[in-house]
């Protein structure tokens, strides 16, 4: 059974920063890519950053420049630096990743718990 644990969420001022982080354990042969998703109150799931296994990175245009996306291969653990937090990146924040369970099934998309980031102004 895979799990996805997500970390380092809390309360912070605005121009804060924090740092999450999602490890995944369980009978994983790889993972490909992993990513950082939020949800505000009434609003829909929507896509922060992803990165691939080789280090590639994506970001959606209203945290470029102030989030960043990392990752730990030999760790199965993905990281999201945030700085310069702002009221509207409150959110519950979710991380994903693709996992191979053995080599030649496809691979799942799993899911963490999920993690609350409020930023107070």
């Known amino acids: 059974q895979v799990q996805l644990v997500e970390s380092g969420g809390g309360l912070v001022q605005a121009g804060g920063s924090l740092r999450l982080s999602c490890a995944a354990s369980?009978?994983?042969?790889?993972?490909?890519?992993m990513g950082w998703y939020r949800q505000a109150p009434g609003k829909q799931r929507e896509l922060v950053a992803t990165?691939?296994?080789?280090?590639?990175?994506n970001y959606a245009y209203s945290v470029k420049g102030r989030f960043t996306i990392s990752r730990d291969n030999a760790k199965n653990t993905v990281y999201l630096q945030m700085n310069s937090l702002k009221p509207e990146d409150t959110a519950v924040y979710y991380c994903?990743?693709?996992?191979?369970?053995?080599?030649?099934?496809?691979?799942?998309?799993?899911w963490g718990q999920g993690t609350q980031v409020t930023v107070s102004s």
């Open positions: 990165i691939t296994r080789g280090g590639s990175t």
């Open positions: 994903n990743a693709d996992i191979l369970l053995q080599r030649y099934l496809p691979q799942y998309t799993y």
């Open positions: 369980g009978s994983i042969f790889s993972i490909n890519a």
